[in-house]
């Protein structure tokens, strides 16, 4: 079973940035497709971006290109999402997943590892 830790949110003027890291445990995430979901009051949780198990494939949901970063570093078991240009919109509760898989996953459906999640607050 892996265990997963977000943290690194917190509140940030629109305009700024934020590093998430998620810390995985219990095993090693090298097998894994990794993935940061969020999900704001009210509405569904959503996909922001994926990370192939070697790194080499990444996804972003459209609102995320040019401004988001994901990141793996499998010796340490963790993954990170740099969030740069903030906007309010980006405002919500950030989710860790974790998915043996090959391949890369959308939905949080396709998931099996969740983390708690940490709180992005952009503010203007």
């Known amino acids: 079973q892996v265990q997963l830790v977000e943290s690194g949110g917190g509140l940030v003027q629109a305009g700024g940035s934020l590093r998430l890291s998620c810390a995985a445990s219990?095993?090693?995430?090298?097998?894994?497709?990794m993935a940061w979901f969020r999900q704001a009051p009210g509405k569904e949780r959503e996909f922001v971006a994926a990370i192939s198990r070697s790194g080499r494939s990444t996804y972003f949901t459209d609102s995320a290109k040019g401004r988001f970063t994901i990141s793996r570093d499998n010796a340490k078991n963790t993954v990170y999402l740099q969030m740069n240009s903030l906007n309010l919109e980006d405002t919500a509760v950030y989710y860790c997943?974790?998915?043996?898989?090959?391949?890369?996953?959308?939905?949080?459906?396709?998931?099996?590892?969740w983390g708690q999640g940490t709180q992005v607050t952009v503010s203007s």
């Open positions: 997943a974790a998915q043996y898989t090959t391949g890369l996953y959308f939905t949080p459906t396709e998931y099996t590892h």
């Open positions: 219990g095993h090693t995430i090298s097998n894994y497709a």
